[in-house]
């Protein structure tokens, strides 16, 4: 299926600027909480692209000094461009950042392991490419796309220093990220049973910097003992703060412990996730607590009370309004666009989807991952060798589907060309820019060895997806759903030789439909609102999904209520 939004592991666009995310993007770990790990393929690829005459730029909620430091000593400070490194919003940040270099969002590609982040993004800045890795852009290094032009003196990135140095950045600060809060629908719990989260919180105490706002840390056990006994004694009061909306459960994001006496009313702990930074939850959270007294442990990424008002958010109980899905053990099973999908619907999902294997993507959207026997890939001398699945992965799939409630597919890639027989017997589908990762490589010669490329017509990829869903319905409990998504075929009025291939095969889906009981087809043409498609139909915003999600919500309430006549 290609209707996802953000984040598409495929560029689409001529790429003029990157933007990194620093923690656990650019390097690994966080800036704030110690010392991190240089990644030195990320630190290769911005010079790399910079020949190329593509400039990097950072969008990181960081201490501009601290950043400076360190990419200073991997020797790549110099390569980025107007870096917007403070604790503003990144939406507002990377417009504003497009904008001073007069370049156009579709030419931009930002990436931000976060994907709510890539939202916000994505929200602020249509048009904007958005990936949750850098080994996305590493692995399509061959596409025209990135191929730039050759800049080895470094003049286009000499260039853009200038424009950048003559942009006020300030202009970017004074925006509101409101708009985009509102439409989010956040919800807050406050839940008081803390022990049960107790791992939970004492992580957040210890690891927390920008939004600690006490900074009382839990380091032994002897501290431990002391937050259980304050927990159980009189005048004090504890909560763990969840957070989710329209889109995401964002599960738990904060802690706090008040003490109440005659003499005084004041925090113990005030606690965040800089995951949920500029939400203005912390200031909902301290208003909903009356405001006691805090001795604020400096340094903090923002007051306590930075706004005016927080009226974007409400308190509920999860047990009443958290989406019905939740309920469901859902396995999902397609491209990348079913990680979306499941960040919007389920806290109980297994994602079988695009996987990384030493930088390089291997699909699970292949017929043979749930056509195969487990033992006979297990057996292969091959299968570790390429980018394609295992054993163990096929043995996982197995079990998710007999627990599932339903199983969501997303099969149209399984109708691409690139299969593949190695000498072991096994077919195989590959990822189009892996294979040519590996034709390109010094495994070029040892791969045309051990494998034969096959020839599939249209009719037999037909049959490989009408065996898998065969299967999957035979693993699947009988009270489970299996739901298999047709493909969008809106926005093709420039491509009508695809729009032809993806009515033949919404057609195709629809029959397999009438012949098994528990498989249902879901129309994303029907569900999901014209408005939230992008370019050609390919991608959709991520309230598409929220609308896919409700789609998959009305079948399963359906499936539970329906009992079958059996007199």
Not at 291 to 297: E, F, K, N
Not at 412 to 436: I, T, W
Request: aromatic content about 10%.
């Amino acid at each position: 299926m290609h209707v996802g939004h953000s984040p598409d592991p495929v560029i689409r666009n001529a790429v003029k600027l990157v933007v990194w995310d620093l923690d656990e993007t650019f390097w690994k770990g966080t800036l704030s909480e110690g010392a991190v790990t240089p990644l030195a393929a990320n630190v290769e690829l911005v010079k790399r692209l910079a020949e190329r005459g593509i400039v990097s730029s950072i969008c990181s909620k960081n201490d501009r000094g601290s950043v400076a430091d360190a990419l200073q000593k991997l020797g790549v400070w110099d390569y980025f461009v107007l870096p917007s490194i403070s604790f503003q919003p990144k939406g507002h940040s990377i417009a504003a950042l497009v904008d001073a270099l007069q370049l156009r969002p579709a030419n931009v590609v930002f990436i931000d392991d976060n994907p709510a982040v890539l939202a916000e993004a994505a929200f602020h800045c249509p048009g904007l490419m958005c990936l949750e890795s850098p080994s996305r852009v590493a692995a399509q290094l061959g596409s025209e796309h990135l191929r730039g032009s050759a800049d080895p003196e470094l003049t286009r990135l000499a260039q853009y220093k200038l424009l950048g140095s003559r942009y006020d950045q300030k202009q970017a600060s004074a925006l509101s990220n409101e708009d985009f809060l509102r439409q989010s629908e956040l919800r807050v719990e406050i839940d008081y049973a803390v022990e049960p989260h107790l791992d939970r919180v004492i992580e957040l105490v210890n690891r927390s910097n920008q939004l600690n706002y006490t900074k009382v840390r839990i380091e032994t056990d002897a501290d431990r003992q002391t937050l259980l006994a304050d927990l159980k004694s009189f005048g004090f009061n504890a909560g763990v703060v969840r957070l989710w909306d329209r889109y995401a459960d964002y599960g738990i994001v904060g802690f706090f412990l008040t003490l109440a006496t005659l003499h005084e009313y004041r925090l113990v702990h005030f606690v965040f996730s800089c995951r949920i930074m500029n939400m203005g939850v912390e200031q909902y959270v301290y208003d909903y607590l009356k405001r006691p007294s805090v001795a604020v442990a400096e340094p903090v990424a923002n007051p306590i009370v930075s706004l005016p008002s927080v009226d974007w958010i409400r308190t509920g109980s999860r047990a009443e309004v958290v989406h019905r899905l939740k309920r469901s053990k859902l396995v999902l099973i397609g491209g990348c666009d079913m990680l979306q999908l499941s960040t919007y619907c389920s806290m109980q999902s297994v994602e079988f989807t695009n996987r990384d294997v030493r930088g390089l993507i291997k699909r699970l959207d292949d017929p043979f991952f749930i056509l195969d026997d487990p033992e006979r890939v297990r057996q292969s001398e091959l299968r570790p060798l390429i980018p394609a699945f295992q054993a163990d992965e096929m043995i996982e799939l197995h079990a998710a589907v007999r627990e599932a409630d339903a199983v969501v597919a997303s099969f149209y890639q399984m109708m691409a060309f690139n299969y593949f027989r190695g000498r072991d017997g096994l077919m195989v589908r590959f990822d189009e820019d892996a294979l040519r990762a590996m034709l390109a490589s010094e495994q070029a010669i040892w791969f045309v060895r051990h494998f034969s490329f096959v020839e599939l017509s249209q009719d037999e990829r037909h049959a490989l997806v009408g065996r898998s869903l065969v299967r999957l319905s035979s693993m699947a409990k009988p009270s489970s759903r299996i739901i298999i998504l047709l493909e969008n075929v809106r926005k093709l009025e420039n491509n009508p030789g695809e729009r032809h291939l993806r009515d033949l095969y919404n057609e195709f889906v629809k029959r397999q439909c009438k012949r098994l009981d528990n498989l249902t087809y879901l129309d994303v043409n029907a569900v999901i609102s014209l408005d939230w498609l992008w370019d050609d139909g390919f991608h959709m915003h991520r309230q598409g999904y929220y609308e896919l999600a409700q789609a998959v919500t009305e079948i399963i309430e359906v499936s539970r209520s329906y009992v079958p006549d059996l007199s």
